[in-house]
């Protein structure tokens, strides 16, 4: 089990450059979520998916679209990178059913750390 | 609006001294709370999930409790490696009526235990 896998783990963009972080999860899980992480700063939710197909935008969407074509993967892509998108990225994914996740709770790829220049 | 706030911001620890560690919430609409463990240049890691107030839950030295406002976690008798970042997370129901949850995230304790 690889769990959730992130790539690539870090990249450097010139401004106004698009670039795509791929997440894969391989547990069937039904939701999964694209969150970034500022120093010092809690996670913050740029989108998510509660299934293939369905995907809706977080706190922070400007800037960012995603894409749920299969249960497995959820690419985020970044369109005319800018200086405050610099940040890491984490995926996670889970299986809720009721509003419940499994004793696993939430899983978190390792994370793409991005700086944009 | 939906809030989750963490104290300290950062603890420090001789090895088996121990502590406990807050996190304060205002939510409509809990379903569920999460701790998790983070260290430097990695994803954070599932700790717990406590889903009703007076729920407690244990694993080696760490142990998450629950109130309708707050959660704590007691960390007994800290060794070196639990040194880390601790991340609280509540679980929100992102759209009324809707099956869209969503994890919001304090902003964590760092936690340095000395040897």
């Known amino acids: 089990n690889a769990g959730v896998t992130q790539t690539p783990k870090f990249r450097i963009l010139k401004i106004g450059q698009s670039m795509t972080l791929q997440c894969t999860q391989d547990m069937n899980h039904n939701y999964m979520y694209w969150y970034r992480q500022d120093p010092g700063m809690g996670l913050k939710l740029i989108y998510y998916s509660v299934g293939a197909g369905i995907t809706d935008k977080g706190e922070v969407p400007n800037g960012y679209n995603v894409s749920r074509s299969t249960t497995e993967d959820f690419p985020l892509r970044l369109e005319l990178a800018a200086p405050s998108q610099t940040s890491v990225y984490f995926c996670a994914s889970t299986k809720l059913t009721g509003g419940r996740s499994a004793n696993y709770g939430y899983t978190f790829g390792s994370g793409t750390r991005l700086t944009v220049v | 609006e939906d809030q989750v706030t963490q104290s300290p911001e950062a603890l420090r620890l001789q090895e088996g001294e121990s502590s406990s560690l807050n996190c304060s919430y205002t939510?409509?609409?809990?379903?569920?709370l999460f701790w998790y463990r983070q260290d430097p240049g990695k994803g954070p890691e599932f700790l717990f999930t406590l889903y009703s107030a007076g729920e407690e839950k244990e694993k080696e030295r760490l142990k998450a409790t629950l109130t309708k406002k707050e959660s704590f976690l007691h960390i007994t008798a800290p060794k070196p490696e639990d040194s880390a970042t601790y991340l609280c997370a509540v679980q929100a129901s992102y759209k009324p009526m809707d099956s869209s949850y969503k994890l919001i995230f304090g902003s964590g304790t760092r936690l340095l235990v000395r040897p």
């Open positions: 939510v409509s609409g809990l379903r569920g």
